[in-house]
């Protein structure tokens, strides 16, 4: 069965550190989205890309936020300076298509960052 | 605004037994609403999923009933297996030109042999 695959699955990085969060979605998918989840908390939206554009934020998605799409295979999201507050799990998804009633989401297994 | 949250933290249940989690949502046009299970460490796995034009579905061992005069939302889970333990989400289809799920906070159900 086709997986959307994140990496690395446990990033520890100092405050103020840029990191990178590499996912790679199905194969045939064509909406990417990212979500995040600390510790104990729901999940929640940041961003999604369609077309090599952002279709939609969310308010945690400002400007330390940036999503790109640098070759076919990969999707990944950047935090340029990060903050004890972005220690988090990281989840990326995939769709075919951009309803969930048509098409669902799959998710990869997640990304824990933790920020020291 | 969107607010989908649970009503129980956790949910103790003895092998075998059925398991019910609650769920409610505050908006009122979204359209399609999924459960999701988490296990620890791996992301969230669709489990079933509900049009707001039906009032209950059911697959295999697991049941969801939507009733949208109280924006509830439920997930029935018969004769609970010990691989059933994990944190269920409710999310639904938030509609506003795009699509996007927004999620609940998350219900852990402990399967206790």
């Known amino acids: 069965e086709p997986e959307v695959t994140q990496t690395p699955s446990h990033q520890v990085t100092q405050m103020g550190q840029e990191v990178i969060l590499r996912c790679v979605p199905i194969s045939n998918h064509l909406y990417f989205y990212w979500y995040r989840q600390i510790l104990g908390q729901k999940v929640e939206f940041l961003v999604s890309f369609y077309n090599n554009e952002i279709s939609e934020k969310s308010e945690i998605f400002d400007d330390q936020f940036s999503v790109e799409r640098p070759d076919g295979s990969n999707f990944t999201l950047k935090i340029r300076s990060t903050k004890l507050e972005d220690s988090a799990m990281y989840f990326c998804?995939?769709?075919?298509?951009?309803?969930?009633?048509?098409?669902?989401?799959?998710f990869g297994s997640g990304t824990r960052l933790t920020v020291v | 605004g969107e607010s989908v949250g649970l009503h129980l933290p956790t949910l103790s249940v003895q092998e075998g037994d059925n398991s019910i989690i609650n769920c409610a949502y505050s908006n009122s046009a979204s359209d399609y609403f999924i459960w999701y299970k988490q296990e620890s460490g791996k992301g969230p796995q669709f489990i079933i999923d509900i049009r707001s034009n039906m009032d209950k579905r059911q697959g295999q061992r697991v049941t969801v009933l939507l009733n949208k005069t109280v924006k509830h939302l439920s997930l029935q889970i018969a004769a609970t297996q010990p691989g059933d333990s994990a944190v269920y989400f409710c999310a639904e289809n938030i509609r506003n030109g795009n699509n996007r799920l927004a999620f609940g906070k998350g219900n852990q159900v402990v399967v206790i042999p």
């Open positions: 998804a995939s769709s075919e298509g951009g309803s969930p009633t048509a098409y669902g989401y799959t």
